[in-house]
């Protein structure tokens, strides 16, 4: 060993120095320099934030049953401080310049390509109509989730609505609303399984708050994940589709199938397998036109 030099005394050679600094770093190990930085492996990059996927919503209800009121809503809850989720971005025919649901398709694109969430605020009152929106969903990989959430509420109600409804973009008549929603409700489809959403929610006159404040906007959407998701409901064959059995002559019995009671599904039975997320691949209700039918004005 080599002994270190008293206070006042010489200073030690550094040659004799390097040689009990070594000795002590073979018997000492706690005594090694540390490493440097440009001697380290360099750190792998951290992993990226984990995001909510990316939701494309389609609301489903007659003229004045709270769905603008609702897309705004929703809309200022992912603004505000403390919202951890995508924002959300809302589409409207009724503010479009044009007027026209193409404008809305080509809003609703080129919000998806941005990555927000896109709420679809229109009647959609048909398959036809939501089978649009449910294509645009459908055509951008990866796959946003497709749901639709379906605001329901009295006639009454709506009628009052309606009547005390004064700055709306579009229906500005009390007696052009009124019949506006005479001929929607005549023509109401309400959305069902097999036209391509992942989770249809629907939502009563008793379940909808009369101010919706984030937390409530939180747990629609927690309920939208919980809900079951629709099921296909098998067509028999020389039937008209979504269930319902063939009648006449020469149509199948369908007390065979496995459940008979009332308001449980259409009659036919649960006989398709359930198309709840991913549904990679599912293809949307396709309307086929009338012949010789007039285009409909929206």
């Not at 390097?18 to 090694?32: D, F, G, K, V």
């Not at 390509?113 to 939501?130: C, H, L, S, T, W």
């Amino acid at each position: 060993m080599f002994p270190t030099a008293p206070r006042g005394a010489q200073p030690v050679p550094p040659e004799v120095e390097s040689a009990y600094a070594w000795r002590q770093h073979l018997t000492e190990p706690s005594t090694l320099p540390p490493i440097s930085a440009q001697q380290l492996p360099p750190k792998p990059p951290p992993p990226p934030p984990q995001r909510d996927p990316q939701t494309l919503l389609v609301l489903a209800g007659l003229p004045g049953v709270g769905k603008s009121t609702f897309a705004h809503a929703i809309v200022a809850a992912s603004e505000a401080p403390g919202w951890t989720g995508r924002k959300w971005v809302r589409t409207s025919q009724d503010d479009s310049r044009s007027g026209r649901r193409q404008e809305v398709e080509g809003d609703v694109r080129a919000a998806l390509a941005k990555g927000v969430n896109v709420i679809v605020d229109r009647v959609d009152f048909n398959p036809e109509q939501r089978a649009h929106f449910i294509q645009l969903g459908m055509e951008r990989t990866p796959r946003p989730r497709i749901r639709c959430l379906v605001l329901t509420a009295s006639d009454k109600t709506l009628r009052e609505r309606l009547e005390g409804r004064t700055d709306h973009p579009t229906l500005r008549d009390v007696g052009q609303a009124i019949g506006v929603l005479g001929r929607m409700r005549r023509e109401w489809e309400a959305p069902r399984a097999g036209e391509g959403f992942d989770r249809i929610l629907t939502l009563r006159e008793s379940d909808t708050p009369a101010v919706w404040s984030g937390d409530e906007i939180v747990k629609i959407l927690q309920r939208l994940d919980r809900s079951m998701p629709p099921r296909s409901y098998g067509a028999h064959r020389g039937g008209h589709g979504f269930g319902h059995p063939p009648r006449g002559r020469g149509a199948s019995d369908h007390r065979s199938h496995s459940y008979h009671g009332r308001g449980y599904a259409p009659r036919g039975g649960l006989t398709g397998a359930a198309l709840g997320p991913p549904t990679y691949g599912a293809q949307p209700w396709v309307a086929r036109p009338a012949r010789d039918a007039a285009p409909a004005p929206w």
